[in-house]
């Protein structure tokens, strides 16, 4: 047998972490067709059988928002794989289940992997699991994904579930009286349309409709029944006297908080995270802490890049000398000596600063220190005409561009996003340095050194 | 102008993407929301639902609490 499998969770939830725990980290790694969103997939085979994973974006809502919701929304609607996993975080259920209670709508065959389940308990929270998965209608399974606990039963789950989809009823999403009946409504005239309710389920249309959803509009535009479900739209509006969107959020978390009543019980007490925020965002340590934390990084770069870059210089110098030693023919030797070797040499020295800068900035960014830096640095980015968020993109601009574009999908504006990526080539990538050298020294002969020096050490500090 | 304690959230002045959106957050009405750190004239952070979230200063003025004593 050979099932299709979707991860989906939050962003920062350990979902990569399953990944790569269920595919043994071998992982195809590609492009979303015609999306600059990163597609990862990988196989694992379990108890004969054979599971292919995709790994979607990190989401915290299922609207159309931003590319990653659309992405993650399209793949399950359109695409149906047979399970999917939703990867919850056990000690922030409020707002991780937010996205459970869009998967239901969808009718997706969810098995949900509750993450972080040791940090969960270490906070001191009781969660009665059986309930959990009653009240949802869908499996559960705590998991620790750094230590690889729970991965088993996880695989079981998926397969036990891939083998009764279909079978069993799906569990429906209830907003109460008037909206449930004005979604049922508007339910049977979709039904109508064969071709929509042929791909899509049509009380989740029906509830996206109500929400003003512009992706699922757009879906409608040609139906024939359009007239009609645009009419109970606006009916709604009138009946529920306020905005529907508004309404409906708050029902969901409503339902959620209902669940959470009855499953689980536990304070939170004051995180060690609250702490730090208080010292990193206050208003007379936030800058010095947050030029502290750069020049670290900068410095950690060069200096622990510099040993490494001698050692590839020096073995590339080695390899020519050698070369121009034992090769007759001068022009051959000069070849292999200066074209070759030299060249090889010259761009693999840039090898180990790129590969530290991005080192570091993954600590950074695993120690979420990255969400707070974009906080500090709004107010700056927005006077320049900027996004808080593009201040993540230009900062991995000094390492590399091309990450660096990649890295604006979180922007969910397309204005900001398109503004983000035409200005971050101007930020100076490490690997322009060769070219500073080259052109000054062009131009500038022997005066070349200082201002080489001052554009380099804006690149690498 | 700080807001210490807790507020419970009432009504937001704005266009209907942003209720949405915020809405999605968590920010419903009747939630409680206490701020975190607030540094004007620069963004807001917000408990919200057990989850901390940045607001811009614009976006934040837009929603309306009222205190609910100090928690």
């Known amino acids: 047998m050979k099932i299709e499998v979707a991860l989906i969770g939050n962003p920062n939830m350990g979902k990569s972490l399953i990944f790569n725990n269920l595919t043994g980290g071998r992982a195809h790694v590609g492009n979303w067709p015609g999306k600059i969103v990163e597609k990862k997939t990988g196989r694992c085979t379990h108890k004969g059988v054979e599971m292919e994973i995709v790994d979607l974006p990190g989401t915290y809502s299922l609207t159309a928002n931003s590319i990653d919701e659309l992405i993650a929304r399209n793949y399950i609607v359109e695409e149906k794989p047979d399970v999917v996993i939703d990867v919850v975080e056990a000690s922030n259920l409020e707002r991780n289940l937010y996205i459970t209670l869009q998967l239901l709508e969808l009718e997706a065959n969810i098995v949900i992997a509750l993450n972080k389940w040791d940090v969960a308990q270490d906070l001191g929270y009781e969660i009665d699991l059986k309930e959990l998965s009653n009240l949802l209608g869908v499996p559960v399974v705590p998991t620790v994904a750094i230590a690889r606990k729970g991965m088993e039963e996880l695989k079981d789950a998926v397969s036990e579930a891939a083998g009764a989809k279909g079978k069993k009823k799906m569990p429906s999403v209830s907003y109460g009286g008037k909206i449930d009946e004005l979604v049922s409504r508007m339910a049977r005239v979709l039904m109508m349309d064969e071709e929509l309710s042929g791909v899509y389920p049509v009380r989740w249309l029906a509830v996206k409709i109500l929400e003003g959803d512009g992706e699922v509009l757009r879906l409608i535009e040609k139906s024939p029944v359009r007239q009609d479900v645009l009419r109970i739209a606006s009916e709604a509006r009138d009946v529920l006297e306020e905005d529907p969107e ?49 020049w670290a990084l900068f410095r950690f770069t060069y200096d622990v890049s510099a040993l490494f870059s001698d050692l590839i210089d020096m073995l590339f110098s080695w390899l020519g000398g050698l070369a121009s030693t034992q090769i007759d023919n001068p022009q051959l030797a000069s070849l292999v000596a200066d ?48 996004h808080g968020r593009s201040f993540i993109p230009m900062l991995i601009g000094f390492g590399c561009n091309v990450p660096a574009v990649m890295a604006t999908r979180t922007i969910d504006r397309d204005e900001d996003r398109i503004l983000t990526i035409l200005t971050n080539p101007l930020m100076s990538c490490s690997a322009r340095l060769p070219i500073y050298i080259l052109i000054g020294s062009a131009v500038l002969g022997s005066y070349a050194s200082t201002p080489c020096t001052c554009l380099g050490s804006l690149s690498q500090l | 102008m700080r807001i210490e304690g807790g507020g419970a959230l009432k009504r937001r002045l704005m266009d209907m993407g942003l209720v949405r959106r915020l809405a999605e957050m968590g920010f419903t009405r009747g939630a409680r929301v206490r701020v975190l750190h607030s540094g004007p004239p620069g963004p807001v952070l917000v408990m919200v639902r057990g989850s901390r979230v940045a607001l811009g200063r614009g976006v934040a003025m837009k929603v309306l609490v009222s205190p609910l004593g100090v928690a």
């Open chain 1, 339 to 386: 074209g070759i070797f030299g060249g090889l040499g010259g761009v693999l020295v840039f090898l180990p600063p790129i590969f530290f800068l991005f080192f570091g900035l993954s600590i950074l960014e695993d120690s979420g220190y990255l969400a707070r830096a974009a906080f500090v640095m709004d107010r700056v980015m927005y006077k320049i005409g900027l």
């Open chain 1, 246 to 294: 508004a309404v409906l959020a708050e029902r969901r978390y409503s339902i959620i908080s209902e669940i959470l009543k009855k499953v689980m019980r536990g304070a939170r007490p004051l995180t060690l995270s609250d702490l730090l925020d208080k010292a990193l965002l206050s208003r007379r340590l936030r800058i010095p802490i947050f030029l502290a934390l750069w």
